[in-house]
Each structure stands twice: as C-alpha cells, then as structure tokens.
C-alpha cells in the first residue's frame, strides 16, 4: 500500500496510483498518457475498481465512474474520441438497468495499449454510485487488515470470488453483498472499524 487516508477524490486516487505499485504506476501512466480522463472530466470522471486499492488481477479492468444526465447523448458525444484514443480496439457500448437504489446505466469497454478499461456511467453523482461507495468501504477495511486482508481478498479473488462477495464473507456478511457494503458505506469511519474487528475470518 503506498498510502493510508481516504481515496474519495480522482486527484486523490491519481497521486495514490503514481507512487504504488508497478499495476498502479502503469494504469497511472495510462490513463495520464492517453488523456481519458481529460476527456471525461465534465463527467466527473473517477479511477475505481480493484487498481486503486491493490487487489486487482492479471486481467482486471480499469474503472472509470462517470456521470452523465443523459446517456444516449454522452454515447454520442464521447464515441469519436473514445475511437481516437482506443487505435486498434473495439469498443463496446452496452446498456442496463440499475437495481432498486440506482438507475440505468452504460458502460464502454475498450483498450489502452493492453489495458482493458471500462466505463461506467449513470444519472447518479459518482460519489453516490454504488461502486465508488463499495471502494470507499473496501479501502477503510484494507487499511485496518493491512497486508493479511490484501492477501485473503486477492486469495478468494484467485479463487474466482467477485470483489464484493469476497468482503462480505470475510465479514461473515450474510445478506447479499453490494446491498451490505452499500449499508456499511453509511458507517463512519471508526464505526467500520469496531464493526470489522470483530467479524473478520482469516
């Protein structure tokens, strides 16, 4: 880990890319080098998923969380750029519908170089998004299990557990997991500390 506090800001999360590890060193040049987030920054563009937090895999994507009033239009207006940066990759464009607390969204998958990227996108601030408060949640218990958690997440990760699951069953969480880290994600931060102590399994 090469930094402890929160990473709720994308300056935040970039300085913590550009001095972690070679992953996060890299997805720190990538995302610098090719522009994206220049791109996306009307959007609100955030770097989430597992990168940030160190608990990727080999073929992990690289989140970018977005927001967008209406998603049809941002479609539009981003897929030429998005193809000018993405030389020799195809990009998929794929739309869903949010769960009971989220609305519809649109992803875009593409490669930087080597590296899969996707963009995540809603009618919902990003600091709202159930993903960024997942991540905000998951580096709070990182940062108190230290290396131990890290290796446990990524074990269960290997191990082909989706990221979520594998932090609810080391809480011993038996509800489903997005709804219970979303519910954790109210906690402040020593309240998620004294909840976790007493729960984990490894």
Partial sequence: MSMNGRLDTTEKVMEHLSVGNQRQQDAYRVLQDSGLLARLAPYSAYPAGTVPIDIDLPDSDLDVLCCADDLKTFQAELSGQLEGI???SRIQW???????????YITCELKLGSRPVEIF???????QQNAYLHMQVEWSLLQLWGEAGHHEIRR???AGWKTEPAFAHVLGLEGNPYTELRELAELKEQELWEFARSRVTF
């Fill in 94 to 104: 794929t739309y869903g519908i949010g769960d009971s607390d989220q609305k519809a």
């Fill in 121 to 127: 996108v809603q009618a919902v601030p990003v600091e």
């Fill in 86 to 88: 993405a030389l020799n």
């Fill in 156 to 158: 269960l990760k290997q």
